[in-house]
């Protein structure tokens, strides 16, 4: 490592420890901030940017500070506190978001002195980066959770704020080099919820290969951060959405031979 990357800081805006849900075993995830998309439906607004910035403490009635800089030192020196939890229980460490990969150089980094210190690395991804650093990243990943939006470019655009295009090259790269990767699927009323948005994903997985999907109901669990933040949030009364509301998408897409939980 450089000594200018040694001593390189990525803005992070939390460390949440013993998570069951972000790749197998018992896992400490680090949240980067900063995301190139703008999904409307964003359930961590105060990843978007990445700078740190003020958010309202709901809490403790007082304005506090999100996001804060951190070498990978630091991070590694706060991870590895729990390797005991991670070799017991086939645990690691997870990267998310924000966009990983917004801060591409230092989180390749984090995750090749991770995997040289023994511990299982994971990452979620928009994969929406360039190519050549995509590819140089996803050598240092065990587990990948790989995020798709929509199928359809315009769509994508229209509820994100970019095409898919680069996204779904970097997802058939993903699907040809990586032994453990998982698609995910956010699903949204009225962007990506219809029988038919189901057969076109379904459709999609088949052309690329895409064997293992889980699919994420829509959910709530982020509109209050949108007031903290000041900001206005365009689905406050959108219900969200439960496991079983999505059984109707879970067939179409196992009609297609392709594994599908949802989450």
Not at 18 to 28: A, K, V, W
Request: charged share 25%; glycine share 6%; proline share 3%.
């Amino acid at each position: 490592m450089t000594t200018q990357l040694a001593t390189k800081q990525a803005c992070i805006f939390n460390i949440q420890k013993f998570s069951l849900h972000d790749g197998p075993g018992i896992r400490t995830v680090v949240f980067f901030k900063g995301c190139p998309l703008r999904c409307y439906w964003c359930a961590n607004p105060e990843s978007q940017s990445g700078k740190p910035e003020k958010m309202w403490d709901n809490q403790k009635k007082a304005m506090t500070t999100v996001g804060e800089y951190k070498t990978i030192k630091e991070i590694i020196d706060e991870v590895i506190k729990d390797a005991p939890f991670y070799e017991e229980s086939g645990g690691g460490v997870t990267l998310s978001g924000g966009e990983v990969l917004y801060q591409a150089e230092f989180a390749t980094e984090l995750l090749r002195q991770l995997k040289e210190k023994g511990i299982h690395t994971a990452s979620e991804t928009t994969g929406s980066v360039k190519t050549d650093i995509f590819k140089k990243f996803i050598e240092q990943v065990d587990v990948l959770f790989f995020d798709i939006k929509h199928y359809d470019a315009e769509k994508h655009r229209a509820g994100i704020g970019s095409s898919n295009k680069l996204i779904l090259k970097n997802l058939a790269i993903a699907i040809q080099s990586q032994e453990e990767l998982i698609v995910r699927v956010p699903i949204i009323p009225n962007f990506n919820d219809s029988e038919y948005d189901a057969k076109q994903f379904a459709k999609l997985f088949n052309e690329l290969g895409v064997q293992k999907i889980e699919l994420l109901p829509f959910h709530q669990f982020g509109a209050k951060k949108y007031e903290y933040l000041g900001r206005k949030y365009k689905l406050q009364d959108i219900p969200q959405l439960h496991t079983e509301d999505l059984d109707y998408f879970k067939e179409i897409i196992e009609a297609h031979d392709i594994s599908c939980q949802v989450q």
